[in-house]
């Protein structure tokens, strides 16, 4: 196991949606009888909701609101749908809760990232053309902070949290969430809420070679999930003074996670990109650009060698990076 990334995850467990898949879980429920004062009771209700919307509105036109003793508060949680794209199967998409989009923001607004860029400095697609988009990161190349190496005072991966843990409470682990966004013709296994990836094809960016993968014993780790900047390294450059929720951030941040070859992964371990390159240089761009918006967004710094590489590697883009979140 290196400090750059881990091979399988652990399999989908507890998924409050496992089952939903199936018609046949639910129970057949046959139709009762109404009783005769039942339609009584509607209209009464209906007609006392309707009532009370009218008033509603009068006082609002009124200039007047309806008073309370203290602050209003949902009577249910609030939740906000996060809109993917679908998979093969078409799964249907997981409710996250309010709570869990504000984690999903601390990625960019944690103290790992007070000195850093904000998230609006890496470059969209959106971007007037009068700065190309490869411009733009070789400006946060030269605002990051270029020093030696800090000691590695003791570190382990577990100083990152556990692998792949579901810190965005999609109720899908990290290493899955990954393997649904980057292979292609992929099959969910049954009875995990559009979860757990069984079958899929990998466009390798490393290598670029295409990769079948399939979950198993002896076959998952045919795609690994790489830290793009690896553990190891960012621990070196700037996260040891990082809070552990911060670190685990950092170590499940789309961002910074490839589904990659996994015999390549090894090699590459938790190497930066002076020690390091993909074997197929026409991803080079891509790689130099993500690395270099995962460094400017959490504060963490490069060597001169490594400044030096990431600058290289840009400059070898014939059009603007593309990188995926």
């Known amino acids: 196991m290196n400090g750059g990334s881990t091979g399988n995850g652990a399999d989908f467990l507890g998924n409050p949606d496992a089952g939903a898949d199936n018609p046949l879980d639910e129970p057949v429920r046959l139709p009762r009888a109404r009783p005769p004062w039942l339609k009584t009771v509607v ?11 009218i008033g509603y509105t009068l006082g609002q036109t009124s200039g007047m609101r309806p008073t309370s003793s203290g602050p209003e508060r949902p009577s249910s949680p609030v939740t906000v749908t996060v809109t993917a794209e679908p998979d093969a199967k078409g799964s249907p998409d997981v409710p996250e809760t309010a709570e869990s989009a504000q984690d999903r923001a601390a990625l960019a607004t944690s103290p790992a ?16 053309a009068e700065k190309s988009t490869v ?5 946060l190349l030269d605002g990051l902070e270029v020093r030696s190496l800090d000691p590695w005072n003791n570190y382990s991966r577990e100083l990152f949290g556990r692998a792949w843990e579901d810190v965005d409470r999609n109720g899908c682990d990290t290493r899955n969430d990954i393997l649904r966004r980057d292979l292609e013709d992929i099959v969910v296994r049954s009875g995990t809420g559009g979860c757990v990836v069984a079958t899929g094809r990998l466009e390798d960016p490393y290598t670029g070679k295409t990769i079948a993968f399939e979950r198993g014993w002896g076959t998952s780790n045919a795609v690994e ?3 793009v900047v690896a553990m190891a390294d960012a621990w070196r450059k700037g996260a040891q003074s990082w809070t552990a929720h911060d670190r685990e951030l950092f170590a499940n941040d789309p961002l910074n996670l490839l589904a990659v070859d996994g015999p390549t992964n090894q090699v590459k371990g938790a190497s930066d ?3 390091w390159l993909p074997p197929h240089q026409e991803y080079w761009c891509d790689y130099g650009a993500r690395i270099v918006a995962v460094k400017s967004i959490y504060g963490l710094w490069v060597t001169r060698e490594e400044a030096e590489t990431l600058e290289e590697l840009l400059m070898t883009c014939d059009a603007d990076p593309q990188v995926i979140t």
């Open 43 to 53: 209209v009464i209700a209906v007609t006392s909701i309707l009532a009370g919307g």
């Open 113 to 128: 990232a007070t000195e850093a860029a904000a998230p609006t400095a890496v470059p969209t697609e959106g971007e007037s």
């Open 135 to 139: 411009s733009r990161y070789l400006e």
């Open 225 to 227: 999930i790489d830290h």
């Open 273 to 275: 990109p002076s020690q």
